[in-house]
């Protein structure tokens, strides 16, 4: 288990706080502030759930982070689905059933929020009918934006428990140059059709050495919470791709970023999650279970989506199982060996060591696919 399993109960405790404030900044809003009050209370059941599996000997990580497909509408630069999946190896994505049973195995056990990613998740069109039967568990939603219609906006009305966090890269010529032409202006009405559908939403902002400034501007935060925004994700940008490590931050802007968000946290009605600058308070990386596993389109169980290693996979075997997973236990136990570097992710830039502690042929596996999809086509 843990070397330093004493963060967990710290942890525990910071999700309430997080929901506890989320009530408080939504109290004008009876409805979405009964939502999370409630959903305080099942939080409390999960941590007990997973306290209770601790005693058994099986760490169960607080999130799943759920990538639901490769697929995507947009062909967005630095795209980290698209980067990563030279390293794994072809997979047909889960089918709706085992989707469903997943969630409900990873309820069972005390999981408290399965978060949705891709590609874009808005792809898989059944998804929003498999978290309509999880009212008690937490969905936020990674999304592009353009696919939210009136018929996903009328979903998003009903379930109060899948929160859409839309992807913006800073103001509209940062988010276009990255995203594609016209696609800020699409993000705009989305926001103002969720805004007037009274829809808790929330934006991921992944921070560049090129948007941090625009980023770091009170200005511009206050605009996307004007505009209904009461989450957000500030998330430093990994260079999976070896052409944008002009990409990362400085370390001044780190820190003026770092503090910056101190200043928006005590300035806006808003809730600010930090990656990886709230994971140092628990000791560092959250990834391998100390605080969330990945799950590939395919089914593998990652350390994290920046980590595209796995020797277990939920397509063959219950999550239960998966989560024993030695690779996970060998990055929990060894943890020390981790810190954070340019880029924000240890796990990447640590990648061979990662890759070390698999068994040898799945070590030969993953170095012939990934050699076998940068090859280029036989015409």
């Known amino acids: 288990m843990d070397n330093d399993a004493h963060y967990v109960d710290s942890f525990n405790r910071e999700i309430l706080i997080f929901f506890k404030n989320a009530a408080r900044i939504t109290f004008r809003e009876p409805a979405k502030a009964l939502f999370f009050l409630r959903t305080l209370w099942w939080q409390k059941r999960a941590a007990d759930k997973r306290h209770r599996w601790q005693g058994e000997g099986l760490h169960v990580p607080p999130f799943l982070i759920l990538s639901l497909t490769t697929k995507c509408n947009l062909h967005c630069a630095g795209c980290v689905s698209f980067s990563q999946q030279k390293h794994r190896a072809a997979a047909s994505e889960l089918a709706d059933d085992r989707l469903r049973s997943l969630i409900s195995e990873a309820h069972q056990l005390g999981v408290s929020a399965v978060i949705l990613a891709g590609g874009e998740p808005l792809m898989r069109k059944e998804v929003l009918s498999i978290t309509r039967d999880f009212p008690s568990m937490v969905f936020p939603l990674i999304t592009n934006g353009t696919l939210i219609?009136?018929?996903?906006?009328?979903?998003?009305?009903?379930?109060?428990?899948?929160?859409?966090?839309?992807?913006i890269e800073g103001d509209g010529s940062a988010t276009d140059a990255r995203r594609g032409t016209g696609i800020y202006k699409r993000l705009q009405i989305a926001m103002e059709k969720m805004r007037a559908a009274h829809v808790f939403f929330g934006c991921s902002l992944t921070l560049t050495s090129a948007?941090?400034?625009t980023i770091a501007n009170p200005h511009f935060i206050k605009n996307l919470v004007d505009s209904g925004a009461r989450l957000f994700l500030l998330l430093e940008y990994v260079p999976f791709d070896e052409r944008t490590t002009s990409w990362i931050l400085t370390e001044e802007q780190r820190v003026h970023l770092r503090?910056?968000?101190e200043v928006f946290r005590s300035q806006f009605p808003a809730l600010f999650i930090a990656i990886p600058g709230d994971e140092e308070q628990y000791g560092g990386c959250l990834a391998a279970g100390r605080g969330f596993v990945h799950i590939s389109a395919g089914g593998d169980v990652e350390p994290c989506p920046a980590s595209p290693f796995s020797d277990a996979s939920i397509a063959t075997q219950p999550l239960k199982e998966a989560l024993r997973s030695d690779?996970?236990?060998?990055?929990?136990?060894?943890?020390?060996?981790?810190?954070?570097t340019a880029g924000g992710c240890a796990l990447w830039t640590q990648r061979e060591w990662v890759r070390s502690l698999l068994p040898v042929n799945q070590r030969i596996a993953m170095r012939v696919a990934a050699t076998a999809k940068q090859m280029p086509e036989q015409l």
């Open 149 to 167: 219609n009136d018929a996903v906006l009328r979903q998003f009305g009903k379930q109060r428990n899948v929160i859409p966090i839309l992807s």
């Open 211 to 213: 948007n941090a400034e």
């Open 259 to 261: 503090q910056q968000i």
């Open 327 to 340: 690779l996970l236990q060998a990055i929990r136990e060894q943890h020390g060996a981790l810190t954070e």
